[in-house]
């Protein structure tokens, strides 16, 4: 019997769930990154950053290219930097809401603190 797709997206969703292997899809979003560039826009141990892409290939969401030494990574499908990208509109507004929601209580109190 096949996995449900709900349980599908789960597990794709637990992968994008570190803040390191956000970093780097968003950094791959832009354009193909040698490992040493990563390393200081991400702010992690290599070995940790080796651990995060590594969970990356394995989930098919980058793939490698090996110039030299150096080890090349890209994302394996432009929907990805989609996903970033809708993802950053939906906190955008949830954020904004808040926000809102924030300066509404912050009236009110004011407004009661006027009125003592």
């Known amino acids: 019997m096949s996995t449900p797709l709900y349980q599908l997206k789960a ?6 769930g570190h803040p390191v292997r956000i970093r780097v899809l968003e950094l791959l979003s832009e354009r193909e990154h040698a490992v040493a560039e990563m390393l200081p826009e991400v702010g992690v141990e290599p070995a940790h950053l080796s ?20 080890v090349y990574y890209s994302l394996t499908s432009p929907q990805v930097a ?5 993802a950053r509109t939906i906190l955008s507004g949830v954020l904004a809401g808040q926000a809102e929601l924030l300066a509404d209580l912050q009236a009110v109190r004011t407004q009661a603190e006027k009125q003592s």
């Open 11 to 16: 597990e794709f969703f637990k992968t994008l």
């Open 82 to 86: 989609e996903l970033l990208r809708v």
């Open 51 to 70: 651990q995060q892409l590594a969970v990356l290939r394995r989930a098919n969401l980058v793939v490698t290219r090996r110039e030299g030494s150096t």
